[in-house]
């Protein structure tokens, strides 16, 4: 059974930083891209950031230059690190795979998904 579980969510004051961690479990994923999405109340899920088999990166206009999505193939996790975060950034985020070596900011072309961490930044 596949199954990605991030952890690492929490509150934290704007300005702060958190890290989110994903772990995958059931299957390798070192060939496929991985992702970050997120989805606040009443709004629908978006693209955060995602990163190809290889380590190349794409990011969300919104964090980019604040958050870094990277991936350690070898234990098959991929993190989110989040700094300068603001009040806007409050979220459930998500970590994500497709069957694809390519990333996508499209959340209909990934398969898998985890359950969730939620982020609460306050002002």
């Known amino acids: 059974q596949v199954q990605l579980v991030e952890s690492g969510g929490g509150m934290v004051q704007a300005g702060g930083s958190l890290r989110l961690s994903c772990s995958a479990s059931?299957?390798?994923?070192?060939?496929?891209?991985m992702g970050w999405f997120r989805q606040a109340p009443g709004k629908e899920r978006e693209f955060v950031a995602a990163?190809?088999?290889?380590?190349?990166?794409r990011y969300a206009d919104s964090v980019k230059g604040r958050f870094t999505i990277s991936r350690d193939n070898a234990k098959n996790t991929v993190d989110l690190q989040m700094n300068s975060l603001k009040p806007d950034d409050t979220a459930v985020y998500y970590c994500?795979?497709?069957?694809?070596?390519?990333?996508?900011?499209?959340?209909?072309?990934?398969?898998?998904w985890g359950q969730g961490a939620q982020v609460t930044v306050s002002s």
């Open positions: 059931g299957r390798s994923f070192s060939s496929n891209s």
């Open positions: 990163i190809t088999w290889s380590g190349v990166t």
């Open positions: 994500a795979a497709p069957e694809s070596r390519w990333t996508s900011t499209d959340p209909r072309h990934y398969i898998y």
